[in-house]
């Protein structure tokens, strides 16, 4: 029979929680200690032994939950409600000057800017509903994450409930700080074991840990720095939304400053440059933004990272090297050497002594040979010739102006099968079932060997094939014949033109508007285009003025129909206007959804804010549709999308 719980059991525990609460928001929030380490822990000792005793008392957001949960078979995978960006890289004053001009440029005036300190840790995203945490999540490929709730809650100073009640979603960084790195590596090397690399990996490795008592152990920190996602706030700049969430529970770096101009910023990142190693944590430099969040609404996105902000990266850490070395935080071994005329210019030689930098605190290169050190048996490095994989006599040439090289026998089979496997991936012609064994049966039955061959496949061509059944033909061909249609964005994107990736496919689309023009562009008025430039423009001349890759072209378009919307729509039915898409549409996926905006000339947001023109809901929409209520944001079902797309 369970035990009664009386009500001054219940008092306590109410009392307890309430002051252990208190006392680690003073110490990681507000950097105060009223208590000892030892008074703090013989609280949280009782209040443990009281829900020990009446396991009934026990509630998601007691401060006992940060001890951690029973160990996991693995991380359950979990997809990002608000899509994580990164942020461009500025690595010298030249180019956070250009960044200031381009965001002047786009709003016609000079922003305040926010500058906040660049911790080299985990970045986190954490959620909370009603002021309580449910979900702790890994940023993975900025789309998918990974559930590491357990591990989160053993966090001191990350709260479980917040000091109010709201639904928020907030991003920050995990770390590990450098006095504990040092501690472990001290205890390890006592131990005769491996020594870690740096405070970064353990971060990310404690982070992942099956069993959260080993992360508790790890003694992990935090700071949190943005609010992805909310309801019930109101606030118009960045400065603010760190004061937000300071109060609201989460420790906040201290160390952020609001600026006039850009010069200011670039004196702020001179100072912690030269002071950055006295923290107890790794920085790597400084994160600049826009302070108006009005300002960062219309600045927005690109298909890559936020326009209104940029890490403005410290200058590379120089250090000689004989044998592996400790650079900014990372034990390295081996270096980039860039490419032979780098080589060749630093005369590096097999078995050189070399100075080692890390490239914007990242990429490990070597700067110079320490010529006096050598001995004479080092040997000048020989570049090789022939790549076995080129086909042919596997010769390989330099291509004329660039560094990088190519090989001579034009359409070998691993060159084909590279592209074969862009050319129906999912940002593409989208061919589901058609991975790279596919692909390498289908070569090697000769049944395809470049792009249009995709769409000649017949059912008695995969009847032949190892493994291939009925059904997995028949949802091949049905898949097919449902890539035919496709965007003059992903259709340019398809034919693996050097230089030319997704988001410069989508700005030649909007230019060209048609396939038949963009084949026919010259290099002036691909120069000109935002984007383009030079090189990108002399590689698509270059690949049209093959005249296999002509032919090519041609025979893509007769088995393919770009979509009409390109063609035959206004320009700028849609032009500026925006929107965001909330739940699940019928009729289409949401990444055709945002296609089709584009196409118009319309844009797609993460959130809704009073500038957004349209919310599209489709099945079990989110927050987004009680937000677009609030604000009066004019919302569209499927039908009405699809009808304003038609323009009917």
Known sequence: MPKKVSKDVIKRVELLRKTINRHSHLYHTLDKSEISDTAYDALVRELEEIEENFPELITPDSPTRKVGDAPLKEFEKVEHQVAQWSFNDAFDENDIR????????????????????????????????KGVLKMAATRGDGKIGENVTNNVRTI??????????????????????????????????????????????????????????????????????????????????????????????????????????????????????????????LLDGI?????????????????????????????AEQVATLKPVLV??????????????????????????????KAGDVIPEVVRVLTEMRSGKEKVFKFPNHFPLCGGDGRIERIPGQVAYRCVAKNSFEQQRRKLGHFVSRRVFDIDGLGPKIINQLMDAKIVSNFDDVFTIKKGDLETLERFGEKSINNLLKAIEKARNVTLARFIASLSISQVGEETARDLARHFKTAEKFSEADMDELEQLDGVGPVVARSIIDWFTDKENKKLFERLLKQVHVAKEVITRRQGTLADKSFVLTGTLEKMSREEAKDKVHILGGLVRESVSKNTDYVVVGAEPGEKLEKARELGVKVLDEREFIKLLENK
């Open 98 to 129: 250009n960044f200031d001009e381009r965001i002047k440029r786009l709003l016609k005036v000079s922003p305040q800017y926010l500058a906040e300190l660049k911790i080299d840790g985990l970045k986190i995203v954490l959620t909370y509903e």
């Open 156 to 281: 001191e100073s990350i709260p479980l409930k917040l000091e109010k009640p709201l639904s928020i979603i907030v991003e920050g960084e995990i770390w590990m700080p450098k006095s504990i790195f040092e501690a472990l590596n001290k205890e390890r090397k006592k131990k005769g074991e491996e020594l870690f690399a740096n405070p970064r990996n353990i971060a990310a490795g404690s982070l992942r840990q099956l069993d959260s008592s080993i992360t508790r152990g790890r003694k992990l920190d935090s700071f949190i720095y943005d609010i992805a996602k909310y309801r019930g706030l109101t606030y118009g700049t960045q400065e603010e939304e760190l004061r937000i969430l300071k109060l609201l529970g989460f420790q906040v770096n201290p160390h952020f400053r609001k600026f006039e101009n850009i010069e200011e910023v670039i004196k702020f990142w001179k100072e912690w440059e030269k002071k950055k190693d006295k923290e107890d944590y």
């Open 287 to 315: 994160v600049v933004k826009v302070n108006s969040r009005r300002h960062q609404e219309i600045l927005g996105y690109t298909g890559k990272s936020p326009r209104f902000g940029i890490a403005f990266k410290f200058r």
């Open 328 to 357: 900014a935080g990372s034990i390295v071994s081996r270096a980039t050497l860039h490419n032979e005329d780098e080589i060749r210019r630093k005369d590096i030689r097999i078995g050189d002594v070399v100075v080692i930098q």
